[in-house]
């Protein structure tokens, strides 16, 4: 599986940007995907995850600020509402070998990454 990013940027706090990944191989109900970002100095985190039966799963940082979705075109997109300067990194979204994410976002378990794109918020 090849993932092509799109989208991000930078964007003042508060404002709103969406990024998209587009698969090049169906995994539109067959693999679990996600977006992970990593900030300077800091550790890759799990963002947000669909897995094959459209269940999401979100960071307790960005709930209620992020969705994330997953078309048949096989885009996965993450929407990111108010945005904040801690949002500020590099965003990867990912694809796992198997329709389940599973409880926790590990990036060790998902096979294939994005190139990933930059998410500049300033305050």
């Known amino acids: 599986i090849h993932l092509s990013q799109f989208g991000g940027g930078s964007v003042q706090a508060g404002g709103s940007l969406r990024l998209s990944c587009r698969a090049s191989t169906f995994v539109y109900t067959r693999n679990c995907m996600a977006w992970f970002r990593q900030a300077p100095g800091k550790e890759r985190e799990g963002v947000a995850s669909?897995?094959?039966?459209?269940?999401t799963r979100y960071a307790d940082s960005v709930k209620g600020r992020f969705t994330v979705s997953l078309d048949n075109t096989n885009t996965l997109y993450l929407q990111m509402n108010s945005l904040k300067p801690e949002d500020t990194a590099m965003y990867y979204c990912?694809?796992?070998?198997?329709?389940?994410?599973?409880?926790?976002?590990?990036?060790?378990?998902?096979?294939?990454w994005g190139q990933g794109t930059q998410v500049t918020v300033s305050s």
């Open positions: 990912a694809a796992r070998n198997i329709r389940v994410c599973g409880t926790k976002m590990v990036g060790s378990d998902f096979a294939y």
């Open positions: 669909v897995d094959g039966d459209a269940r």
